[in-house]
Every structure is written in C-alpha cells, then in structure tokens.
C-alpha cells in the first residue's frame, strides 16, 4: 500500500491505538531481548533471562535479581526517536492511545498521554517494606531503602506475576474504542498482550509497519517499512 494511502487512514481515523514493542526504543540503543544477542538468547548467564526477571529470583536471590536488573536493564541516557515522538504527538491532540509492552520509559520521556504501560515501568521503583518509591539514582546505589532497610523493586511484571487489573482494563478500553489500530515494533506473540486484538471492534482497522511478515488470527494491513522511516513521513 502506498504511504499516501496509510496517510489516509491515520487522517480518517478518530480514535488510534499503538501497540508496541521493543522493536520501537531500539533506534533509541534499547536492544530487542529476543533477538540474537539479545537478552533473552545470552548464553553467559547460567539461568535464562526468564529467571532472572522472575519473581522467584526476586524473592530467593534478591541480590542477583538486582545485579542482573541493573545490569541488563537500564539506559537512563537513552532518548525517544521519531517514533516515539509521532505517536506522542498524536495522544496530545487526544487522536491516539499507546498501549506498550516496552518497560523503558522513554514513552514517558516524550511526554505522552492516553498511555498504558502493559509490564510496567522500569523506573517506577518501590520498596516492598514501606511502599515508598524512589527515583533511579537512589536505586543504581543500593537495593536497600535507606529509610526503612526495605528491599526495593522495579514496578515491572515479572514472570510469575499477574498484569495489573486497572492496566489491563485500560488497555482493553483503548482498544475497543479504536477505529484504528497500529502495530509497531512486536511480534504479537507474547499473552496477554497479543490477545488485545480480540476485543477489537469489526470494523476497526489493523496496520502492521515491519519488515517482516506477521501471523496474526484478525485480517491486517501490512506496509512493509522501517519503522522509523514510516512515522518520518507520516504527518501527524
């Protein structure tokens, strides 16, 4: 299809809704977990990715869970590109909703609104004794919350963790309003995440922008482009 006709429909469209994934904050320097090299296939760590961001490792192994956390996790110097600020754009003007799986906060970063944040945020950290958050910098020093000696967390869904409700219903309400639905930067293979399309309405509309083909179970529209050279030519 030709960009002038993707044109139109984000033109025509009252209510967008984004779904992504890491494939969006990689041009930011965010590498992708799951592809090679990424997290999710490093053979130097002696346990997979999925236990070290489990709940599991952050109860038994605190320590390790905070190490690899650090470690693996964070890019505070990292920046949101083009396609975060073309969607951010478009939730200013009340036109879009972003619906991410991506942990890194650069949505926030951009300023977005109309956001949900599917596995949480990175740097919305607490501590599991007080309840008391914290910012980044006070977590790169130490695990421990120096006012109570409670062990502070990411506010992130671990493996062995449910979605957080008010999220979840958010996200779906996002979704069932959308006339329009944009799939940016994810395989949609990763539950409950890729069952939002189900609660889509018939009519809606969904655009795939990769370069590689996807299977998804709903009739779609895919534009074979990199995504950041589609959203430097969608004009918002």
């Known amino acids: 299809m030709k960009v002038t006709e993707i044109q139109k429909m984000f033109d025509d469209a009252h209510h967008i809704v984004f779904l992504t994934g890491a494939g969006v904050s990689t041009p930011s320097g965010i590498p992708d977990y799951r592809s090679k090299g990424g997290l999710y296939t490093n053979d130097e760590t002696n346990k997979p990715a999925e236990y070290y961001l489990s709940h599991d490792c ?4 605190p320590e390790t869970f905070y190490h690899y956390v650090m470690n693996n996790m964070y890019y505070p110097n990292a920046k949101p590109n083009v396609i975060h600020e073309k969607q951010e754009e478009l939730t200013r003007e009340n036109r879009a909703a972003i619906v991410t799986q991506n942990v890194d ?20 950290i607490y501590c599991q004794k007080c309840g008391k958050h914290v910012d980044y910098a006070t977590y790169a020093k130490s695990m421990y919350h120096e006012n109570c000696g409670g062990i502070l967390r990411p506010n ?6 449910g979605i957080n409700e008010e999220t979840v219903m958010q996200s779906l309400q996002a979704v069932q309003k959308a006339d329009l639905i944009v799939i940016v930067g994810t395989s949609m293979r990763v539950y409950p995440f890729a069952g939002l399309l189900d609660y889509r309405q018939r009519n809606a509309k969904v655009l795939v922008i990769n370069q590689e083909e ?22 918002v």
């Open 105 to 124: 906060g650069l949505y926030q970063k951009a300023g977005a609104i109309h956001l949900s944040e599917f596995h949480g945020n990175l740097y919305d």
């Open 156 to 161: 992130i869904v671990l493996y062995g963790e």
């Open 58 to 61: 952050l109860v038994n192994e």
């Open 214 to 235: 996807l299977n998804l179970p709903v009739p779609f529209i895919m534009q074979k482009m990199d995504a950041v050279d589609f959203f430097n030519e969608l004009q």
